[in-house]
């Protein structure tokens, strides 16, 4: 069964079809009321690199830091590592925080967090509670590696995720899902009732007509029942062969009037210029010859030679 018979057999059972989708578009209504959408807030902190000091003889001081000579793209992969492990995601949810957490630094030094909770506050708390991450984990890295006090990379917070987002791609997943689950379900239910509505009108129909014809037939009396064909003697016909008709034994010819003694017969022209034809002393009283029969046998006169040869009569046979 392909989608063009599913959408007929929906269309011929609408009866069941169209109470089943009206019930899933209901449902569908009532889902999108329930769930709430998601919220998401979006935080930046900056990398500050150490400050330039020189020295009495105008000179300037070089930085002793291990990471600052690596640069801020080192620093911040470490960084991202050390905020994002599933002990801190799980400690942060156990807070009361949201631990879907995004932490990205395409634009070197800016790291972009992105905190999506379930309320307002909740995402905005998340995105602070991150800032603070980051920044020690930054402090912590350099401390390690006993970086002096002034040779340190700070972190600069630019805003607090105060600006929160509504996403309703959460709601949008779950109407889709309803929907297409209610169509299945729809479908299905329309195929099994139809089948089984099938079913039963073949059984009423098989049963009607096998066990209906054979009491009819044998309660039927014999005389009333129409006897066998018998053959016609009387039906059949010979057919000869026809033969042409021939002219009538009393027909008369039509009469024709004779030309005066001496008086020549009027020229008639016939058209495309052809003269007529005269046939010598013919009678016109005498009708004329009918055209020769296309199976009639012609004989020609041989005419007599004087230069045939004459032999024996063994010569001729």
Do not use: C
């Not at 402090?139 to 340190?152: G, M, N, P």
Request: hydrophobic share 40%; glycine share 8%; no cysteine.
């Amino acid at each position: 069964m392909d989608l063009w018979d599913m959408t007929k057999l929906l269309f011929r059972r609408w009866y069941i079809s169209l109470p089943l989708m009206l019930a899933v578009l209901v449902l569908v209504g009532v889902a999108s009321q329930v769930v709430k959408p998601d919220y998401s807030a979006t935080a930046h902190i900056q990398l500050i690199p150490p400050p330039v000091v020189t020295g009495p003889d105008g000179r300037q001081k070089p930085i002793k830091n291990q990471w600052f000579d690596l640069g801020y793209a080192a620093l911040g992969n470490a960084t991202m590592i050390d905020v994002t492990r599933q002990s801190v995601l799980k400690q942060m949810a156990e807070e009361g925080l949201s631990d879907n957490v995004t932490v990205t630094m395409d634009r070197v030094p800016l790291f972009e967090i992105e905190a999506v909770g379930n309320s307002p506050e909740q995402a905005t708390a998340t995105a602070d509670r991150m800032l603070t991450l980051i920044e020690d984990a930054v402090a912590e890295r350099q401390t390690s590696l006993r970086v002096a006090e002034s040779d340190l990379i700070t972190t600069l917070a630019l805003d607090d995720g105060s600006e929160v987002e509504v996403q309703n791609s959460k709601v949008m997943r779950v109407m889709v899902v309803a929907l297409g689950a209610g169509l299945l379900l729809t479908a299905g239910v329309t195929v099994g009732v139809d089948a089984i509505l099938r079913r039963r009108t073949r059984r009423r129909g098989g049963n009607g007509t096998a066990s209906g014809a054979p009491e009819e037939a044998a309660g039927q009396p014999a005389a009333a029942r129409p006897p066998a064909a018998a053959f016609d003697s009387e039906a059949t016909q010979m057919v000869g062969t026809a033969g042409r008709p021939g002219p009538a034994a009393g027909a008369v010819a039509p009469r024709v009037a004779r030309q005066p003694a001496g008086q020549q017969p009027a020229r008639r022209e016939q058209p495309g210029g052809e003269r007529p034809v005269h046939r010598g002393n013919a009678d016109p009283r005498r009708p004329a010859a009918a055209p020769p029969d296309a199976d009639a046998t012609i004989v020609l006169p041989v005419p007599h030679s004087t230069a045939w040869p004459r032999g024996s009569r063994t010569d001729r046979q």
